[in-house]
């Protein structure tokens, strides 16, 4: 018998020119067969598809790369997790094993951090929206509360003096950084004076000690320099407090905001190309701090509440092809089992996107849609992908920020998600909904049973 | 009986580089993509092309047919082709 030979789907490819800036990063024909060293096929047969990963090791990797760069560049350097970035309790651990503080916005954050056994003077509490009793508690815990405008501020001061309490407070600075539009909208404004009006107060207030000074400008900021300038600002706020008031204090804050490695939609190259590198954003920050008139001992320690950028690239999404159609134009359109209900972060970022086994080198530029019966279930519009066939597995990367905890339950059940440990072991770190999971929360009226 | 037509001011060439002399747009194919080519434009039906395939690849007959309607669907896009 003739062997015959090797089989490739008929394809023809259209010359274009300027294929990068439309497309993001270069072709994606290169497969992803495995997550460190976990076979991708076994990791869908033992736990479904779609699928989150979290990847132990990146993570450790990460955040003890982020600490060496800082820590080289400025003596006290103090990380706290954000939580509203992933707060899966294996992926908060892991940031807390590896010395994070818990940085929480509201109480259901607060409450999980105590749960995980963080101490109240180990969480950092910020958000416009911490209620009386919120407050009352983080107080008697002794949290770090970062104020955010002037309600809050005499909420706690209200609550001191009833209760005869002492509560240990910052506040939260908006300034201008020359990156717009201005994230004015939390805390006191720098250059207007209300920053300083609000430390005036707090000063007054013997209930009140004045701890540190927190700002976060934005997210995926892409210039390092806002951060010098933000660094610098809240260091002669540092100064203006300690001529006036004789007050050296404990931390500064900078918040998150540094970059993934993700791109954004609309740019024009990919993101490894223009982001800054933590160390240039660890140069920024730490340029702007020294202009403290402090020394050695007397330096407030830097606290960072980085998100995105020490997550990101830990977290994968597998997801498996429904089907394969040609839209009404001809183009390609590949439907798979993940949609923008559990990938939020598709509205905004050009995901990598591999397949999860070797195809063919022959690339084809595809729309890639979810599962759902929506228009707006486009996980990508324009991405070069090779033929994957009904069945066949496509990895999405740099899906740990944001992901899992802004997905919704709609249509769909929000799927498993798994931690690869360093061991290489794979466990099981969020049990995928089911139908009780929902119905548990329903009730329906009596009259409206049906027979 | 013949299915398809290829206009005439279409060129391929050897390693599968094809030009549209009407547009000047340019367009490569892979390997079997060519074959498939040569014999719409020999004149082979569709059956014909099919079996030929079936006959030369490792693949089932399915497969062929549901990536022949994929691939002639795209090649109409492009105007490459038009129905007999
Ligand atoms: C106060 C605060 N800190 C930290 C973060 C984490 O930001 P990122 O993920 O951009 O690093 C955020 C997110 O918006 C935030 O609001």
Redesign the pocket.
């Known amino acids: 018998m003739s062997t015959k030979k090797r089989y490739e789907r008929p394809i023809i490819t259209k010359y274009q020119s300027g294929l990068m800036n439309k497309f993001g990063s270069g072709p994606s024909a290169k497969a992803k067969t495995s997550i460190d060293e976990v076979a991708v096929s076994k990791l869908v047969e033992e736990y479904g598809s779609p699928l989150f990963v979290m990847s132990e090791r990146q993570l450790r990797n990460n955040q003890q790369n982020a600490i060496r760069i800082f820590r080289t560049r400025y003596p006290k350097v103090q990380f706290a997790w ?1 939580y ?2 992933n707060y899966l309790n294996a992926v908060c651990s892991v940031f807390h094993q590896e010395g994070s503080l818990a ?1 929480v ?1 509201s109480e259901f954050e607060y409450d999980k951090a105590k749960l995980l056994g963080i101490k109240g003077s180990n969480i950092i509490f ?2 416009p929206d911490k209620s009386r009793a919120a407050l009352q508690k983080a107080i008697k815990d002794n949290a770090k509360i970062h104020i955010d405008h002037f309600d809050e501020l005499y909420e706690i001061i209200d609550l001191c003096n009833s209760e005869n309490l002492k509560a240990n407070v910052a506040i ?1 600075v908006n300034m201008d950084v020359g990156v717009y539009p201005l994230w004015d909208r ?1 805390g006191f404004n720098y250059e207007n004076g209300e920053a300083w009006q609000a430390i005036k107060r707090i000063m007054s207030e013997k209930s009140l000690k004045l701890t540190g000074l ?1 700002t ?1 400008i934005g ?2 900021m892409m210039t390092a320099e806002a951060y010098r300038i933000a660094a610098s600002k809240l260091a002669s706020l540092a100064n203006s407090i300690k001529r006036e008031f004789d007050i050296k204090l404990d931390y500064i804050d900078m ?4 970059a993934s490695n993700n791109t954004l939609i609309g740019q024009y190259l990919p993101a490894e190309q223009i982001i800054p590198s933590m160390e240039q954003y660890a140069d920024a920050i730490s340029s702007g701090m020294f202009e403290m008139n402090a020394t050695g001992s007397d330096l407030p320690a830097l606290i960072l ?5 020490l997550v990101d690239n830990a977290g994968y999404l597998i997801t498996t092809v429904l089907a394969n159609k040609r839209l009404s134009t001809g183009r390609r359109a590949i439907i798979i089992d993940a949609g923008v209900n559990i990938l939020f972060t598709s509205f905004w970022y050009k995901h990598k996107i591999s397949p999860a086994q070797e195809s063919g080198v022959h690339v084809e530029d595809s729309s890639l849609y979810g599962p759902l019966c929506m228009n707006i279930d486009l996980i990508r519009e324009s991405i070069l992908l090779p033929a994957v066939k009904k069945g066949e597995h496509l990895v999405i990367e740099d899906v740990g ?2 992901a899992m905890t802004q997905w919704m339950q709609f249509i769909t059940m929000r799927p498993n998600v798994v931690m690869i440990m360093q061991d290489g072991t794979v466990e099981l770190i969020r049990k995928s909904e089911a139908l009780n999971y929902i119905l548990d929360r329903e009730l329906l009226p009596k009259q409206l049973k049906l027979k | 009986m013949v299915n398809f037509i290829i206009p005439e001011n279409i060129a391929i060439s050897e390693s599968g580089f094809l030009f549209l002399a009407g547009t000047g747009e340019t367009f490569t194919l892979n390997q079997i993509g060519k074959e498939i080519f040569n014999l719409i434009r020999s004149k082979s039906s569709e059956e014909e092309i099919i079996n030929s395939i079936v006959n030369d690849y490792d693949i089932d007959k399915a497969t062929a047919h549901k990536d022949f309607a994929d691939f002639i669907s795209q090649l109409k896009h492009y105007s490459i082709l038009k129905e007999a």
């Open positions: 954000s509203k970035t940085e916005v910020n958000g939260r939390f927190h976060h997210t995926y918040g998150g905001g540094f509440e980085t998100g995105r950028a920020a944001y």
